[in-house]
């Protein structure tokens, strides 16, 4: 079955970066939009990135400019570099398909803090 599995978070200050990377299994990876969701506490999970089979890439208003999505389809593997980030991008980060289906991995913790 299709397994999605997040890394890469942690603690960063303010103006920090982090590479978030999922790999992703059980399924014809290439073929799909695959996107980054983040959830806050108390907020609804929100798509903050995608990218097409095709390397085409949209972004939220909110990262657009210091978040750049990526995907190696050798790796399975779909990444999100975030630069100059912000306390407000503090959340859990998931990554699925776009659109997504019902399954979720476990998420990567994205805390930005001084």
């Known amino acids: 079955q299709v397994q999605l599995v997040e890394s890469g978070g942690g603690l960063v200050q303010p103006g920090g970066s982090l590479r978030l990377s999922c790999v992703v299994s059980?399924?014809?990876?290439?073929?799909?939009?695959m996107g980054w969701y983040r959830q806050a506490p108390g907020n609804q999970r929100e798509l903050v990135a995608r990218?097409?089979?095709?390397?085409?890439?949209n972004y939220a208003d909110s990262v657009k400019g210091r978040f750049t999505i990526s995907r190696d389809g050798a790796k399975n593997t779909v990444y999100l570099q975030m630069n100059s980030l912000k306390r407000e991008d503090t959340a859990t980060y998931y990554c699925?398909?776009?659109?997504?289906?019902?399954?979720w991995g476990q998420g990567t913790q994205v805390t930005v803090s001084s």
């Open positions: 990218i097409t089979s095709g390397g085409s890439t």
């Open positions: 699925n398909f776009e659109p997504s289906i019902g399954y």
């Open positions: 059980g399924t014809t990876f290439r073929i799909f939009t």
